[in-house]
């Protein structure tokens, strides 16, 4: 795949002369630094362009796009060979989901999945395109920060790729081991009552929870502020963690709650990487894509708004973990569907998901579906428990459904989603759990 990086470069500088170009990205951490650092690249190339982020790449959306520009998608595109290969612009995509269609010579592709030698070595959208950044000019090594930011929006943290090591270094990262609690750098009372790391019953969502969890394990305020979790001594971060099992009722030990910490330097300041990533997404979840890119950009008023939107987003999804116990659930022995319908907005619905998926309350292993409507359409976003995934595909599930009732389906084996019609709602939950007993069955 690196050895056609040149390639993919040369076609595109020589393509896009005396052209606009227009790019289109995805709206979650990944697409959105994605897009940041491409922006920045050409920029310092003089490139005239326009952008557009979207929530999904639908055929609408692709049938609506200017004909006369250079068009280059970013963090999607893989999974809509058959609509873009009729149009008739030059198309250029940088992605890392599957492909499930036989990609024609008139697109331009830069994807891991392409390549036979292709081993799973896992890479964000926005490490490769930092990597084709970098490549273009060598001054784009200042942007490997935002790289960091996708990878890390995409979960790719645990277990670190050569390729991502190698981003992690250009961007000067501070490693830590610690508590995946975050945010790290802010009070230990607000990481645990907004933690979307670790689901901890009763204190997640609660000030008086977190407050109480505190009192349990001695830690007390300083100048009536709380420590962050990177200001911990020794014995107090072995109590938070002893008090944390407790709660959760982790048999398995400390293990699930101990990883890597990244701190990175945005505003020229050290930040837990996985709170900028969250704040980022949060921004583009509730319409202000266009802020989260500025404050990649580092814009210091986006800086100021982003702060306020991350807030309003946290409460949102406080109110929302505090209604899933009331929305009726379908259960099967692998799967759990939790349709909220229009009881939570559809911008969060996914990273629910993802928090669940965290959560002790369900098995490892276990897939997690949760739905919310989208105006006219449904947005679904299913998960994995635990870690491991037993071999389970999230995606290959979804796409199958998908293939008897149409939509859009789009991710990875372990977290994916897709959109679907209202009118579909019923039969496409009668189909879902059908697939999903015969994918117990499979594993």
Do not use: W
């Amino acid at each position: 795949m690196l050895n056609n990086i040149p390639n993919f470069i040369n076609n595109f500088l020589e393509k896009t002369q005396n052209k606009d170009i227009h790019i289109i990205s995805h709206n979650d951490t990944d697409g959105i630094t994605s897009i940041a650092i491409f922006i920045r690249t050409l920029e310092r190339l003089d490139k005239t362009f326009s952008i557009k982020i979207v929530k999904q790449l639908e055929r609408e959306i692709i049938e609506k796009l200017p004909k006369n520009k250079i068009l280059i998608f970013l963090d999607l595109g893989s999974n809509n060979i058959k609509d873009l290969e009729k149009l008739d612009n030059e198309i250029f995509i940088i992605d890392h989901h599957e492909i499930i269609e036989k990609v024609p010579e008139k697109i331009h592709m830069i994807n891991p999945h392409l390549y036979k030698g292709y081993s799973g070595e896992e890479i964000s959208a926005s490490g490769l395109t930092y990597l084709i950044a970098k490549k273009i000019n060598k001054k784009n090594k200042d942007l490997a920060n935002l790289a960091v930011l996708g990878l890390i929006g995409d979960m790719m943290g645990g277990s670190l790729s050569k390729l991502n090591k190698e981003i992690l270094e250009d961007a000067k990262t501070k490693i830590k081991k610690g508590l995946l609690l975050y945010p790290a750098t802010r009070p230990l009372n607000k990481a645990l009552e907004y933690s979307s790391g670790i689901y901890i019953p009763g204190v997640t969502g609660s000030y008086r929870g977190a407050i109480a969890l505190l009192r349990e394990t001695g830690i007390e305020r300083i100048n009536n502020q709380y420590k962050s979790l990177l200001e911990l001594n020794d014995d107090e971060m072995s109590k938070l963690i002893t008090a944390i099992l407790l709660r959760i009722k982790d048999t398995t030990g400390k293990e699930e709650l101990i990883g890597n910490l990244y701190l990175i330097k945005l505003f020229n300041k050290l930040h837990d990487a996985r709170e900028l990533s969250a704040m980022i997404n949060a921004c583009s979840n509730l319409g202000y894509s266009n802020m989260a890119i500025a404050f990649c950009l580092e814009n210091k008023k986006a800086q100021i708004e982003a702060d306020k939107i991350y807030v309003k987003h946290k409460q949102y999804l406080v109110q929302a973990l505090n209604l899933i116990p009331k929305i009726k659930k379908e259960e099967g022995q692998a799967y759990v569907i939790i349709n909220a319908q229009d009881q939570i907005k559809d911008t969060i619905i996914g990273t629910i998901a993802s928090i669940l998926s965290r959560s002790k309350d369900y098995k490892e292993g276990k897939i997690i579906v949760t739905m919310a409507y989208s105006k006219e359409k449904i947005k679904v976003s299913a998960r994995i428990a635990g870690r491991s995934g037993n071999g389970r595909n999230v995606r290959e599930v979804l796409n199958t459904v998908i293939e008897s009732i149409g939509g859009e389906v789009g991710g990875h084996a372990f977290a994916a989603g897709c959109l679907i019609y209202k009118e579909k709602e019923k039969e496409f939950i009668d189909i879902l759990k059908k697939n999903l007993e015969i994918e117990l069955v499979k594993v």
